[in-house]
């Protein structure tokens, strides 16, 4: 008999079958559309750490950025932004630097080549989705848009 497991989000019940089911979905969309950074030789992810593609992606605005702020920003520990940060400015992607008027906080910013790189993984991204979209009719879209974005936000 499958377990059934109440959500915290409204009570609903949720079965093993019914997290199997979407859990195998979710690893054939990656696999099929190439979504896993790991598996993309000769992709924009190409030799990138899975936590760099997050980070590149976190610090592309305009905003100011420093270690703490990116780690609260993505929930990750200050030794994994720190790691990540040490291969992205060793690829010559991201720079630290410090601010005249505040010398104790370091600053991190992408660099022309890091721009290049985030636009052109977000470029494939945006196709790949299109893709995906393209398989469903106008209604499927449009649902399966609004039950990510209610994912999202958690």
Same mark, same amino acid.
């Given at each position: 008999?499958?377990?059934?497991?109440?959500? /915290?989000?409204?009570?609903?019940?949720?079965?093993?079958?019914?997290?199997?089911?979407?859990?195998?979905?979710?690893?054939?969309?990656?696999?099929?559309?190439?979504?896993?950074?790991?598996?993309?030789?000769?992709?924009?992810?190409?030799?990138?750490?899975?936590?760099?593609?997050?980070?590149?992606?976190? $610090?592309?605005?305009?905003?100011?950025?420093?270690?703490?702020?990116?780690?609260?920003?993505?929930?990750?520990? $200050?030794?994994?932004?720190?790691?990540?940060?040490?291969?992205?400015?060793?690829?010559?992607?991201?720079?630290?630097?410090?601010? /005249?008027?505040?010398?104790?906080?370091?600053?991190?910013?992408?660099?022309?080549?890091?721009?290049?790189?985030?636009?052109? $993984?977000?470029?494939?991204?945006?196709?790949?989705?299109?893709?995906?979209?393209?398989?469903?009719?106008?209604?499927?879209?449009?649902?399966?848009?609004?039950?990510?974005?209610?994912?999202?936000?958690?």
């Amino acid at each position: 008999m499958a377990r059934v497991r109440k959500s /915290p989000a409204d009570n609903n019940s949720v079965s093993d079958q019914q997290a199997l089911a979407l859990d195998e979905g979710v690893a054939t969309l990656l696999q099929r559309f190439k979504l896993e950074p790991s598996i993309v030789a000769g992709s924009p992810y190409a030799n990138l750490h899975a936590n760099d593609v997050g980070l590149l992606a976190a $610090i592309r605005g305009p905003e100011k950025w420093n270690v703490r702020r990116i780690a609260q920003s993505l929930g990750a520990p $200050i030794s994994t932004i720190s790691s990540a940060l040490d291969r992205l400015e060793k690829r010559g992607l991201v720079a630290r630097g410090r601010r /005249p008027g505040d010398r104790r906080v370091v600053h991190i910013q992408l660099t022309a080549a890091g721009h290049r790189l985030v636009a052109k $993984i977000r470029g494939q991204q945006v196709e790949v989705c299109r893709d995906m979209l393209a398989r469903l009719g106008e209604r499927d879209r449009e649902e399966l848009i609004r039950l990510v974005a209610q994912l999202a936000q958690g």
